[in-house]
């Protein structure tokens, strides 16, 4: 397969060698043309935050990818256009594959392989969503597996033409867009990407500033209306005093759960296991992407290590597309309000063998704006 990757790279020089590195060793063995928009989008002009990409795009230069677009000054385009450019680029290469990578995204190489080989070898999918490790206020924590459209066949319908929001697009036969794709999830266990998405650090608290003004209105395909979101329902992150936090405003106003934040704090990680945590409820949820039997779980509190479930695990796999199919849960006995109360410790055994930790903070990272 030939494959176009279009990166967004935009004021993170300190993550260019570890986002790039990878796909440059693999560039000439798996087919790859590198293409990147690196840019000041006009919305950030607009709202006053200043040109802060020299450091980033001195060290791309550097980098003898195939293809760079870049804007200063004062005549600036949208995310959109800047994307759209590259797009136009790998036009007349005819990929076969188009793949958005965003600048605080750090795949491996064996993650590159595996995820080309997974394509490959699902020939009738068009589409293709990842799992992201999305780092939130602080590296190591996490929110729950995320999924996002990711991967792109564009032998269909003329090729992709253009993207108008995020990763939507419309193909060249003016009939057809990414809604009308089979969206396929490419397992956890093949690919589980690291990114630095919501971390404490100053190109954040300029993305909160831009989500502001990018997530002002939505169009509502049901009533043929374009909606006006309140102020603190456009980010799920907030700035207080240089560190990001998780808005509880923001969540309420979205009628969405608050979510916890996951930790693995060692290297005991079954990479094919998924869990989520409803805070409201009190309800853990697990669900695996590959048969497991009689393994045993585990579940501590967070501080005190006391155990408040134990019992025997057999799980068999459910729709990858719903995080809750075919999962079991539990509901501890704990009160979850108490001031002590941060959170739970899971383990996994098979044999007495500890396979598998992963902690839950669930108070941590939190401001409560409300």
């Known amino acids: ?84 450019i590259c797009l136009d680029f790998l036009k007349p290469h005819e990929c076969d594959i188009i793949w958005l990578v965003d600048g605080d995204e750090f795949y491996t190489e064996k993650q590159i392989i595996d995820i080309l080989k997974y394509v490959e070898t699902n020939p009738q999918e068009e589409a293709f969503s990842l799992y992201f490790k999305n780092y939130t206020t602080n590296y190591p924590y996490f929110v729950k597996p995320w999924s996002r459209p990711t991967l792109y066949r564009n032998r269909l319908y003329g090729g992709i033409d253009n993207f108008y929001f995020d990763s939507f697009f419309k193909f060249a036969d003016g009939k057809h867009g990414i809604d009308d794709l089979n969206m396929h999830q490419i397992p956890k266990h093949t690919a589980f990407i690291e990114h630095h998405s919501w971390t404490s650090r100053e190109a954040t608290i300029d993305k909160i500033k831009y989500q502001k003004v990018r997530y002002a209105t ?100 459910g729709d990858p597309k719903n995080l809750y199919d075919h999962a079991i849960w539990f509901v501890p006995e704990v009160d979850i309000f108490s001031e002590s109360f941060e959170g739970y410790k899971i383990e996994i055994l098979k044999d007495d063998k500890l396979l598998h930790i992963e902690n839950i903070h669930t108070k941590l990272g939190i401001f409560h704006n409300c």
């Open 1 to 84: 397969m030939k494959v176009g990757i279009i990166f967004a790279i935009y004021n993170c020089e300190e993550f260019v060698d570890e986002c790039l590195e990878p796909w440059l060793k693999l560039r000439d063995s798996h087919n790859l043309i590198l293409t990147c928009t690196s840019g000041r989008f006009k919305p950030y002009k607009d709202i006053g935050i200043k040109n802060k990409n020299q450091k980033t795009i001195s060290k791309l230069v550097t980098k003898e990818l195939d293809f760079i677009s870049t804007t200063a000054g004062e005549n600036l385009i949208d995310e959109d256009s800047s994307r759209n």
């Open 218 to 317: 939505y169009y509502d395909k049901n009533s043929n209306t374009t909606i006006n979101v309140p102020e603190d329902g456009r980010c799920m992150c907030i700035n207080v005093g240089g560190e990001i936090l998780l808005s509880k405003k923001f969540h309420l106003i979205r009628s969405v759960i608050m979510p916890s934040l996951h930790e693995y704090p060692g290297n005991k990680i079954l990479d094919y296991v998924l869990f989520s945590y409803d805070r409201i409820n009190n309800v853990l949820r697990i669900k695996t992407e590959i048969e497991i039997k009689d393994y045993n779980i585990i579940v501590r509190d967070l501080k005190t290590n006391k155990i408040y479930n134990q019992r025997s695990l057999t799980l068999g796999v």
